[in-house]
T-cell receptor
Framework: GAVVSQHPSWVICKSGTSVKIECRSL??????MFWYRQFPKQSLMLMAT?????????EQGVEKDKFLINHASLTLSTLTVTSAHPEDSSFYIC????????????FGEGSRLTVL | KQEVTQIPAALSVPEGENLVLNCSFT??????LQWFRQDPGKGLTSLLL?????REQTSGRLNASLDKSSGRSTLYIAASQPGDSATYLC????????????FGKGTRLSVIA
């Protein structure tokens, strides 16, 4: 199946710093990628829809200035958590849809962020 | 607004048993429905994708069915193995556009050796 790569898989940072997470579709192009956040033993919460070449669409309650999304190419979207605080600690997962594959959605392995 | 519900929230079975995981959705106008597996601390692995025009899909020991009119999907796992232990998520895509999936909260499966 199609592969979506996420990097880094885990990161620890100090409060107040910014962290960038990359999401790449390795063997297909994705005009749209989705960013999710997952708390322990909870389901995925959609944060934003990342559109190649245009602004991301954020879900209600998600601060766009806090979670910066850039989708500069058809295979790469980045999520930057700015001025991170301990409450931003979470598991962040990206996904991309292979438009040639009948709409199947593929997910990255996730990035665990811990803010000290 | 589409809502997806999964029952049960957790399930524990002995190895070798056949089992069924249930998923229901409130709006039958879906484009497709997808089943995923998530291991602890990991991302999601796509298991089966059922298009709205299909009734079922099979992959190995897994069989997923879709009944749009009743708003239900089931994931059948035959001859369960300890390696099947994971959280299983179903998700509905609302329409043909590049829209995000609507997820259920998952069923946490434990297969006991």
């Amino acid at each position: 199946g199609a592969v979506v790569s996420q990097h880094p898989s885990w990161v620890i940072c100090k409060s107040g710093t910014s962290v960038k997470i990359e999401c790449r579709s390795l063997d297909f192009q994705a005009t749209t990628m989705f960013w999710y956040r997952q708390f322990p033993k909870q389901s995925l919460m959609l944060m934003a829809t990342s559109n190649e070449g245009s602004k991301a669409t954020y879900e209600q309650g998600v601060e766009k200035d806090k979670f910066l999304i850039n989708h500069a190419s058809l295979t790469l979207s980045t999520l930057t958590v700015t001025s991170a605080h301990p409450e931003d600690s979470s598991f962040y997962i990206c996904s991309a849809r292979d438009s040639s594959g009948g709409g199947e959605l593929f997910f990255g392995e996730g990035s665990r962020l811990t803010v000290l | 607004k589409q809502e997806v519900t999964q029952i049960p929230a957790a399930l524990s079975v002995p190895e070798g048993e056949n089992l069924v995981l249930n998923c229901s959705f409130t709006d039958s106008a879906i484009y497709n429905l997808q089943w995923f597996r998530q291991d602890p601390g990991k991302g999601l692995t796509s298991l089966l994708l059922i298009q709205s025009s299909q009734r079922e899909q099979t992959s190995g020991r897994l069989n997923a069915s879709l009944d749009k009119s009743s708003g239900r999907s089931t994931l059948y796992i035959a001859a369960s193995q300890p390696g099947d232990s994971a959280t299983y998520l179903c998700a509905a895509q609302p329409n043909s556009g590049n829209t995000p999936l609507v997820f259920g909260k998952g069923t946490r499966l434990s297969v006991i050796a």
